[in-house]
């Protein structure tokens, strides 16, 4: 559907001939398409060049327009390191930031909302699943707190944000069961375009520093055909990835010992195993697994610009040796069972390997959850 606006429908959806009119029904129609599955108005909806920058709009753009109400920010400290920095660009300005907690599963306990809201509070921001355990936060219990402080104090805030860029290919997606404010989505994660996301503003939340410009019409087009066919295959490839995960998940638990499961064992996405493979340097493992076709990510220092380990990860209470040896498998669309098998066959003689050479030797003291 992308190729007939990038090869020769070039119109300016903002002027008014007929190349222009077209241009514009693609991007009305895309956002009807995105619109039917979160169960919003098509209006509602802002596109954005990320996930990052819709994030940025939520947080920043909300913050801005309501200072008047208030100067405090609640996000979680397991959110995208895009979250973290505009929260703290935002104390440049007078916001105060307070981070909730996860337990040792990675969950945050709702509870704990309930004891910090505050009628300066003008924002709540919690990812719906985040990016290197898969965890599902408890988003649907946070709105009926916050719901239920705004009826106490008869006030329209904190409106309240998640970053459903992670889970939208695999969980419920609509605004209205969900309670949210604002959403955020990533087009390359529902296998569209990269480069495109859109943010869902609720009607009537006041909100700043729109960003003006052309809409990218290719992008927006196959973003929106992306999100209509994910939500089509939503259930099935949900299970089917989810057989897959499993399989890699107890595979390795039993040919190779001394491993941990990052992340709560029931309540994360199917397609996520973080795991910490005790007395390895993970970065190493996937350098050698990368040349064999195998592609990781790890929340070693060794692999962050930062030069700090995973935020999330140790956000969890795992010590910096355990972070170190992590790695995270992600499974998609194109995963298939002779992938897992492949894997299963190869990891074992690595990390025996490593092992042989690693001047670590710890001891288990976290069991799989």
Do not use: W
């Amino acid at each position: 559907m992308m190729r007939s606006y990038l090869q020769n429908k070039f119109g300016n959806p903002s002027n008014l001939y007929k190349l222009g009119r077209e241009a514009q029904r693609a991007i009305e129609d895309s956002s009807e398409k995105i619109a039917a599955v979160l169960n919003c108005q098509a209006k509602e909806l802002i596109f954005t060049g990320s996930a990052t920058e819709a994030n940025n709009l939520a947080i920043a753009g909300v913050a801005r327009a309501n200072k008047d109400k208030g100067g405090k920010i609640i996000i979680s400290n397991v959110e995208h390191k895009g979250i973290l920095a505009v929260a703290s660009y935002l104390k440049q300005e007078g916001f105060e930031t307070i981070r909730l907690n996860v337990g040792e599963n990675g969950l945050i306990n709702p509870e704990e909302l309930k004891n910090i809201l505050a009628e300066e509070t003008i924002l709540v921001s919690v990812t719906y699943a985040d990016n290197e355990t898969g965890s599902i936060q408890p988003v649907g219990k946070m709105a009926e707190i916050i719901k239920e402080f705004r009826k106490k104090h008869s006030c329209l805030t904190p409106y309240f944000h998640t970053d459903a860029s992670q889970a939208a290919p695999y969980l419920d997606l609509d605004v209205e069961r969900l309670g949210v404010d604002l959403m955020t989505l990533s087009g390359h994660k529902v296998y569209g375009p990269k480069g495109i996301g859109a943010l869902y503003v609720k009607k009537g939340i006041p909100i700043n520093r729109l960003r003006s410009g052309t809409e990218n019409v290719p992008a927006i087009v196959g973003f929106g055909e992306a999100v209509k066919l994910a939500e089509k295959e939503k259930k099935s490839e949900y299970q089917r990835v989810k057989k897959l995960r499993d399989k890699l998940e107890q595979g390795i638990f039993k040919i190779i010992s001394k491993v941990i499961l990052n992340g709560h064992l029931a309540k994360r996405l199917p397609n996520f195993l973080n795991i910490s493979i005790l007395d390895i340097e993970g970065e190493a493992l996937l350098l050698y697994l990368d040349e064999i076709g195998i592609y990781v990510n790890t929340g070693s220092a060794c692999n962050s610009q930062s030069l700090e380990p995973s935020h999330i990860l140790t956000a969890l209470g795992r010590p910096h040796e355990y972070v170190h040896g992590s790695v995270r498998f992600t499974l998609g669309r194109y995963s298939q069972e002779n992938d897992i098998d492949y894997v299963l066959k190869n990891l074992p003689p690595l990390v025996e390997k490593l092992r042989k050479i690693s001047p670590l030797k710890l001891k288990l003291g976290k069991k799989k959850q």
